[in-house]
T-cell receptor
């Protein structure tokens, strides 16, 4: 079983929709969780990070972690065509390394 | 700051050839990483370094070598290129190497094709 599982999609939504992206993880040693956004032919860039269970909000983006069920989510409100990208979830512990999911390709149609 | 820079952007190699992928960061980060990204497969860690002179294997190190003689540079060496090494390679760096307030900064990537 891969340590971080992510549905690769692709996911296609109309502009203005609420988008929900999800990952599950199996390693209880993971302490913090991140969402990276990767535009086509570019390197990933950090979008959100969370450390504890609960929600963290930043503008139109909300990251949610449920450590009891080992489930992490990213919600995008009022999605825009500029949100079209691949979204990668990642989990890290105390060993300097991140474990990434496969990424979900999101397309927001105008 | 330029952040993390990688050269070359693209490269086509023949089977058995060697090459070095260059990575430089100007943020004085101690931690540096090399990943490969295959279509639909996410990022796989090849090698990482926690400081100059210190390197360690990641998830998929076979066929690669690294060195870290300075804080800024972390080159990745392919000695005998194989078609299985066709991929996009990303270099990343971070300051504290794994805390909830740290992040890995990625370079723009090198697209390598081995024919």
């Amino acid at each position: 079983q891969k340590e971080v599982e992510q549905d690769p999609g692709p996911l296609s939504v109309p502009e203005g929709a609420i988008v929900s992206l999800n990952c599950t993880y199996s390693n209880s040693a993971f302490q913090y969780f991140m969402w990276y956004r990767q535009y086509s032919r570019k390197g990933p860039e950090l979008l959100m990070y969370t450390y504890s269970s609960g929600n963290k909000e930043d503008g139109r983006f909300t990251a949610q972690v449920d450590k009891s069920s080992k489930y992490i989510s990213l919600f995008i409100r009022d999605s825009q065509p500029s949100d079209s990208a691949t979204y990668l979830c990642a989990a890290g512990g105390s060993n300097y390394k991140l474990t990434f999911g496969k990424g979900t390709l999101l397309t927001v149609n105008p | 700051n330029a952040g993390v820079t990688q050269t070359p952007k693209f490269r086509i190699l023949k089977i058995g050839q060697s090459m070095t992928l260059q990575c430089t960061q100007d943020m004085n980060h101690n931690y540096m990483y090399w990943y490969r990204q295959d279509p639909g497969m996410g990022l796989k860690l090849i090698y990482y370094s926690v400081g100059a002179g210190i390197t360690d294997k990641g998830e998929v190190p076979n066929g690669y070598n690294v060195s870290r003689s300075t804080t800024e540079d972390f080159p990745l060496r392919l000695e005998l290129a194989a078609p299985s090494q066709t991929s996009v390679y990303f270099c990343a760096s971070s300051n504290t190497g794994g805390s909830s307030t740290d992040t890995q900064y990625f370079g723009p990537g090198t697209r390598l094709t081995v024919l």
